[in-house]
């Protein structure tokens, strides 16, 4: 058994970049394996956001954006009841 755990893979990235992860992991006293995981993680955690976005997205497509009186006043006077920090 190997000394990692999880899926092995090749990537071609460029020189510069390549480089300047080197100096990172260096400095992180981290290997360049897991400075990769790590930026990876981070990456797909950033964008899952859009995932979020998406799906409020088609909620709003599917009951429409129609804005009503009362509606409009509840959520105005639930939006000051909130503290902004």
Same mark, same amino acid.
């Not at 992991?25 to 897991?34: D, E, G, M, N, P």
């Not at 981070?42 to 997205?57: A, G, R, W």
């Given at each position: 058994m &190997?000394?990692?755990? &999880?899926?092995k893979?090749?990537? /071609?990235?460029p020189? @510069?970049?390549? %480089?300047? &992860? %080197?100096?990172? #992991? ?6 360049? /394996?897991q400075?990769? #995981? ?9 964008? @899952?956001d859009?995932?979020?976005? /998406?799906s ?5 497509? %599917?009951? &429409?954006? @129609? %804005?009503?009186a009362f509606?409009?006043? $509840?959520?105005?006077? $639930?939006?000051?009841?909130? @503290?902004?920090?």
């Amino acid at each position: 058994m &190997g000394h990692t755990l &999880g899926m092995k893979t090749a990537v /071609s990235i460029p020189d @510069e970049v390549f %480089e300047q &992860g %080197e100096r990172l #992991a260096h400095r992180l006293h981290t290997t360049r /394996s897991q400075l990769y #995981a790590r930026a990876l993680a981070d990456f797909v955690v950033q964008h @899952e956001d859009d995932k979020i976005t /998406s799906s409020m997205n088609e909620v709003l497509r %599917e009951v &429409g954006t @129609e %804005e009503y009186a009362f509606t409009r006043r $509840a959520a105005d006077q $639930a939006l000051r009841r909130v @503290e902004w920090s």
